[in-house]
């Protein structure tokens, strides 16, 4: 089959994810990136046919993944999760909230219909993330300063044993106020550096299973703010570092790409608060969700060391004041 410069229109699911598997199957190096421009372009011809076919769930390649389906539903209102802002849940308070847990590859969607959350176990290679891990390991983290992270380090000390002190980082840029290079991006470039494979594979997974949503966040970001040329502005780095209960809305509408790199670490398990859905996002997992407009946090403290990386684009960057400003500086 030669390249398709033209997509079918008339392709049922089936035969679009049979293409699916064929495109993939040809060149799995080759994922949209354009070492040029150093970006993602969504219009890749390997992409175009399911990007064009439009949709919510048409933009959405499944069974390559074997992927189950839902529609969640609320269990708390908003008010109910407001009250619970900044909050670690305490040991008796879990199976009130908590009611069931995901265990394998899951797209969910909101009761509106938008996507929710996309969960893909082992799908992060192993060289890629013990090459994370190398770099990890040498980066100098900062003390937890944030609302829903600065008790970390006491919530992970409930478990009376020895535990990893908690820490976080911060890389790319920011747009509080006006945009800004984060410190650690300078100072540890190197380190940073490194993470380059594991970035690019999960904004080339991003790509592949919801290329209509990643269309839409790859047109928004300037070039200039991308992270190794990704989809993704800004990259939280946490250690050891369980968070309490918050939405992370400074990320606009974006959706947040994480996974989590360890060697023999246990605890800190995400929940969707809202449906009471726990989400253990292991080493070599990804997890694709709404963090922007979910309530959610860690349940459990975290034994030994665990590293949480959690790629987003901070929907500030757009402002085009913000954006001469930025020039004007440089």
């Known amino acids: 089959m030669d390249e398709i410069t033209d997509p079918p229109v008339d392709l049922n699911p089936e035969e679009t994810e049979l293409l ?60 109910e999760l407001g009250q619970l802002k900044h909050r670690y849940l305490q040991d ?64 992970n000390a409930r478990t009376g044993s020895a535990t990893v002190k908690s820490g976080e980082l911060l890389f790319g840029f920011m747009d509080r106020g006006y945009i800004q290079i984060a410190n650690p991006t300078r100072e ?30 790859n047109r928004d970001i300037p070039a200039e703010f991308r992270q190794f040329g990704t989809a993704f502005s800004t990259t939280t780095i946490l250690k050891s570092t369980p968070a309490s209960v918050h939405k992370d809305s400074g990320n606009g509408l974006s959706l947040t790409c994480m996974t989590t ?21 292991g080493p070599g997992d990804l997890l694709i969700a709404a963090t922007c407009r979910e ?14 990386i959690i790629a987003y684009f901070r929907s500030g960057l757009k402002s085009r004041l913000r954006q001469m400003d930025w020039l004007l500086r440089h």
């Open 295 to 308: 309530w959610h946090v860690n349940l459990t403290p975290v034994r030994g060391t665990k590293y949480s």
């Open 92 to 155: 008796g308070e879990i199976s009130k909230y908590v009611t069931e847990e995901l265990t394998s590859s899951t797209i969910a969607w909101n009761k509106d219909g938008s996507l929710l959350l996309l969960y893909l176990k082992r799908n992060i290679p192993l060289r890629v993330q013990k090459k994370a891990w190398s770099a990890l390991e040498l980066m100098r983290f900062d003390d937890p300063r944030r609302a829903e992270t600065r008790a970390a380090t006491a919530f």
């Open 261 to 281: 790199v360890s060697q023999n670490s246990s605890g800190g398990e995400l929940c969707l608060l809202e449906y009471g859905l726990r989400i253990p996002v």
């Open 188 to 217: 540890q470039e190197t380190e940073y550096s490194a993470l380059r494979p594991l970035l690019r594979h999960m904004n080339a997974e991003f790509a592949r299973v919801l290329p209509s949503q990643f269309a839409k966040q």
């Open 20 to 79: 699916a598997e064929y495109l993939l199957r040809q060149d799995f190096e080759d994922d949209g990136y354009e070492a040029a421009s150093g970006v993602f372009k969504p219009e890749h011809p390997r992409w175009r046919t399911f990007i064009e076919r439009g949709g919510e769930r048409a933009g959405t390649i499944r069974s390559r993944t074997r992927l189950s389906e839902r529609r969640l539903v609320s269990q708390l209102s908003e008010a």
